[in-house]
């Protein structure tokens, strides 16, 4: 399969990476060349402009930032014009009304869309065990099943394009749930002169515990972001476009809007672009 990848960040570039190397041939984009470049290496065809790369490519897999991002490398007359008959597949977390847009645009300019939005990060593209699920037709469903198999064991079809999107945004509040609570509990764990070790040995005996808690810990203890998973930037994006989203139904959302000034007191601090682990910065300043 030829595959456009536009979007060499964390995530596109080792995506783009996994499907070069389990055979398909891949060209990519990024909005910043010298990013992608490394990725030659691997066999990968690197162009300057979106368009080259979607040109030949039986499916442009979309890796981006955001909605906004989007729009500046598909929404441009040049990448409109070469996408008739070509499937877009949106893997970045998105909005399910952004999505629903992007679809009516693509679908305007003759091509079609489907969503593919992906739990799991860099290792889990590299080992091709993300959890991707699919918004989108069964028909669409099965035509790409050869591109979510190599990123994944088990796609899903979560329903029509817009599930997976909210889906994706559900599991994403975990996320920023998740590790708000356990940097509050080892704060308090750390400040009160308790082992950090008994602390962690009963978490995970009981039914409190997540794994993101042992993978995250060694970051917290040593106050070190460096080489992101995910960023603080990101995490951000996601509790706005879940907060945006819960707004239109009855929910009390006031457990993660206390969440969105940590993220942003943390971004005030330089940490945007460090693995989103830093909020530990703004919830256990160092004294
Ligand atoms: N990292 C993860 O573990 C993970 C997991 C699941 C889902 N996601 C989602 O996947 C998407 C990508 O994540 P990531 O971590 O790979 O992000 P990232 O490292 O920040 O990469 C963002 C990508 O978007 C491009 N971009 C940003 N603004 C742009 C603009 N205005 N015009 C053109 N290109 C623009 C960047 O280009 P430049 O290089 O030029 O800046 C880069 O290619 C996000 O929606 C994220 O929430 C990420």
Same mark, same amino acid.
């Given at each position: 399969m030829t595959i456009a990848v536009l979007g060499t960040g964390l995530l596109g570039y080792a995506i783009a990476e996994r499907l070069q190397s389990v055979g398909h041939q891949v060209t990519v984009y990024n909005r910043t060349a010298a990013k992608a +470049?490394?990725?030659?290496?691997?066999g990968i065809t690197v162009v300057t402009r979106p368009e080259q790369a979607m040109a030949q490519a039986d499916c442009v897999v979309l890796m981006l930032a955001d909605a906004a991002a989007i729009h500046a490398v598909l929404l441009t007359p040049a990448s409109l014009a070469v996408l008739r008959d070509k499937t877009v597949i949106q893997m970045g977390t998105i909005a399910q009304k952004e999505s629903l847009a992007l679809q009516a645009e693509i679908e305007k300019a003759g091509g079609s869309y489907c969503e593919a939005p992906v739990l799991g990060s860099i290792a889990e593209a590299n080992a091709g065990t993300l959890l991707v699920m699919v918004g989108g037709t069964e028909e669409q469903f099965t035509q790409w099943a050869p591109l979510f198999r190599s990123l994944s064991r088990e796609p899903r079809l979560?329903?029509?394009?817009?599930k997976a999107a909210s889906l994706k945004l559900a599991l994403n509040q975990l996320i920023a749930a998740e590790i708000s609570a356990f940097a509050l509990s080892l704060g308090l764990v750390q400040r009160a002169g308790v082992p950090v070790d008994t602390f962690m040995a009963i978490l995970r005996e #009981? !039914? +409190?515990?997540?794994?993101s808690f042992d993978k995250k810990l060694p970051r917290l203890l040593t106050r070190n972001y460096l080489h992101?998973?995910?960023s603080t930037n990101h995490l951000l994006k996601d509790v706005a476009l879940f907060l945006n989203e819960a707004s239109?139904?009855? +929910?009390?959302?006031s457990s993660l809007e206390g969440i969105k000034p940590v993220l942003e007191r943390t971004i005030a601090?330089?940490?945007?672009?460090?693995?989103? !682990? #830093?909020l530990y910065e703004t919830i256990n300043p160092k004294v």
């Open positions: +470049l490394p990725l030659q290496a691997c979560i329903g029509p394009v817009g #009981s !039914a +409190l515990f997540a794994p992101p998973n995910f239109g139904y009855e +929910l009390t959302t601090q330089g940490l945007g672009e460090a693995d989103y !682990a #830093s």
